[in-house]
């Protein structure tokens, strides 16, 4: 099958605020699928891609890195991709870009990976949420060549250790327990801790393997790890986060358990401090997918796995309903409690949920279970991890993008 855009008929029930226009994308990366072929898993190369789950644009030009969490390894392009399956130029993970298997089919190492998810810009290098290593990377400088040893571990003493929490129950403020998620903000870093239930917030950057954090949020200390704090959801409870992004000013993570995002007003500076408001549902104490309706609509979300901010918009990528909602940031971020989104993507109205709209084949503005969204100057780059594949997909801020078409 070749991948075609929506029709005419089709594409005029789209709502057309979103800011991802044209409505389709300029570049897919991973492989083209040939008449009669069939989706499946597929094999490791330069072009194809195993549920990627992350991506980072460092610059409007690139590089671009991709985890390509199913294959266990870092995919790098030199330059921002221009063709479709454009091949990458440099591998992490793996010797080479035909091989795969965790950790290399070996030990945890310094350029090894098992489940990579989470990858963003790291000071002047990259940091990769190493999700069944129970740890995260970093790199001081870009890597810009094949398997470039990391030079920090975080959640882990040693890069030859791999066990949840240091093999103890207990977590600790110096161990990770499958992280899914990592960003890095004015000298901040933070990551989504997801087998805690957790974020922990470093107020530097690291600078020893094994560095503990410094605040805690989503548990009452840095020991516990249970589901929402043990009690019931709560304004600082956490079930299953997984992504992070600031917005304006305003930490923002998402609670995919929950199915919802949560909005601090400002950077927490208090371990478990309680967010301001909830996106995707109306209560704190709410938790039910779609709100506890088969279909979604336009203020509530299953398991929005990925967020990023761009100017006055928040990208979710509500992972599955297999679309991305957008919001608009209002006067005061109060008034979001329970908010409708402004905007969407991937879907034909807000009442859909198909992967792929109707469950068929993959549409180059088509999604299915999107895990991960980044934007970097005016291009998005979501991580279209059922489709095995990642969108480049430009933003553009037209006069059609400020009124609401339903």
Same mark, same amino acid.
């Given at each position: 099958m070749t991948l075609t855009p929506i029709?005419?008929?089709e594409a005029a029930k789209v709502p057309q605020l979103f800011p991802l226009f044209p409505q389709s994308v300029e570049v897919i990366l991973g492989k083209t699928l040939e008449i009669g072929q069939l989706v499946m898993p597929v094999a490791p190369s330069n072009r194809e891609m195993f549920g990627p789950r992350?991506?980072? =644009?460092?610059?409007?030009?690139g590089p671009l890195w991709v985890s390509d969490t199913g294959h266990h390894r870092l995919l790098g392009w030199r330059n921002l991709p221009t063709q479709d399956s454009q091949p990458a130029d440099w591998v992490i993970g793996q010797p080479d870009f035909n091989d795969e298997g965790q950790n290399a089919k070996g030990n945890a190492g310094r350029a090894t990976l098992s489940v990579p998810t989470g990858i963003c810009a790291c000071g002047e290098g990259l940091a990769v949420?190493?999700?069944? @290593?129970?740890? *995260? =990377?970093i790199w001081k400088k870009l890597p810009e060549d094949?398997?470039?040893?990391a030079d920090l571990v975080l959640g882990q003493s040693h890069f030859t250790d791999n066990e949840p929490n240091r093999g103890t129950q207990e977590a600790k403020a110096n161990t990770l327990n499958w992280c899914y998620g990592v960003f890095y903000h004015q000298g901040k870093l933070f990551v989504a801790d997801t087998g805690n239930r957790r974020v922990l917030i470093w107020h530097q950057l690291p600078e020893e393997n094994g560095q503990p954090a410094d605040l805690v949020l989503g548990q009452p200390d840095m020991i516990s790890r249970d589901e929402n704090g043990g009690g019931t959801p709560s304004a600082s409870s956490m079930r299953w986060c997984h992504?992070?992004?600031?917005?304006?000013? @305003? =930490?923002? *993570?998402t609670d995919a358990g929950n199915n919802r995002v949560m909005i601090w007003q400002g950077i927490p500076t208090e371990n478990n401090a309680p967010c301001a408001v909830v996106l995707g549902q109306k209560t704190f104490d709410s938790v039910?997918? @779609?709100q506890g309706v088969y279909f979604p609509s336009a203020n509530s979300l299953s398991m929005p796995y990925g967020v990023a901010a761009a100017g006055e918009w928040l990208f979710v990528a509500d992972t599955a309903n297999s679309r991305v909602l957008g919001w608009r940031k209002p006067q005061s971020i109060l008034s979001l409690q329970g908010a409708e989104s402004h905007a969407l993507a991937g879907q034909i109205n807000f009442e859909s949920k198909g992967e792929n709209r109707d469950f068929g084949l993959p549409k180059r503005d088509s999604l299915n279970w999107s895990y991960g969204i980044k934007v970097c100057g005016n291009t998005a780059v979501i991580a279209d991890s059922g489709n095995n594949r990642v969108l480049l997909w430009k933003i553009t801020n037209n006069s059609e993008s400020h009124s609401r078409n339903t």
């Amino acid at each position: 099958m070749t991948l075609t855009p929506i029709d005419k008929t089709e594409a005029a029930k789209v709502p057309q605020l979103f800011p991802l226009f044209p409505q389709s994308v300029e570049v897919i990366l991973g492989k083209t699928l040939e008449i009669g072929q069939l989706v499946m898993p597929v094999a490791p190369s330069n072009r194809e891609m195993f549920g990627p789950r992350g991506a980072c =644009l460092i610059s409007e030009n690139g590089p671009l890195w991709v985890s390509d969490t199913g294959h266990h390894r870092l995919l790098g392009w030199r330059n921002l991709p221009t063709q479709d399956s454009q091949p990458a130029d440099w591998v992490i993970g793996q010797p080479d870009f035909n091989d795969e298997g965790q950790n290399a089919k070996g030990n945890a190492g310094r350029a090894t990976l098992s489940v990579p998810t989470g990858i963003c810009a790291c000071g002047e290098g990259l940091a990769v949420a190493d999700a069944w @290593n129970h740890r *995260v =990377l970093i790199w001081k400088k870009l890597p810009e060549d094949n398997n470039v040893p990391a030079d920090l571990v975080l959640g882990q003493s040693h890069f030859t250790d791999n066990e949840p929490n240091r093999g103890t129950q207990e977590a600790k403020a110096n161990t990770l327990n499958w992280c899914y998620g990592v960003f890095y903000h004015q000298g901040k870093l933070f990551v989504a801790d997801t087998g805690n239930r957790r974020v922990l917030i470093w107020h530097q950057l690291p600078e020893e393997n094994g560095q503990p954090a410094d605040l805690v949020l989503g548990q009452p200390d840095m020991i516990s790890r249970d589901e929402n704090g043990g009690g019931t959801p709560s304004a600082s409870s956490m079930r299953w986060c997984h992504d992070i992004t600031v917005w304006g000013e @305003n =930490l923002v *993570v998402t609670d995919a358990g929950n199915n919802r995002v949560m909005i601090w007003q400002g950077i927490p500076t208090e371990n478990n401090a309680p967010c301001a408001v909830v996106l995707g549902q109306k209560t704190f104490d709410s938790v039910e997918i @779609n709100q506890g309706v088969y279909f979604p609509s336009a203020n509530s979300l299953s398991m929005p796995y990925g967020v990023a901010a761009a100017g006055e918009w928040l990208f979710v990528a509500d992972t599955a309903n297999s679309r991305v909602l957008g919001w608009r940031k209002p006067q005061s971020i109060l008034s979001l409690q329970g908010a409708e989104s402004h905007a969407l993507a991937g879907q034909i109205n807000f009442e859909s949920k198909g992967e792929n709209r109707d469950f068929g084949l993959p549409k180059r503005d088509s999604l299915n279970w999107s895990y991960g969204i980044k934007v970097c100057g005016n291009t998005a780059v979501i991580a279209d991890s059922g489709n095995n594949r990642v969108l480049l997909w430009k933003i553009t801020n037209n006069s059609e993008s400020h009124s609401r078409n339903t």
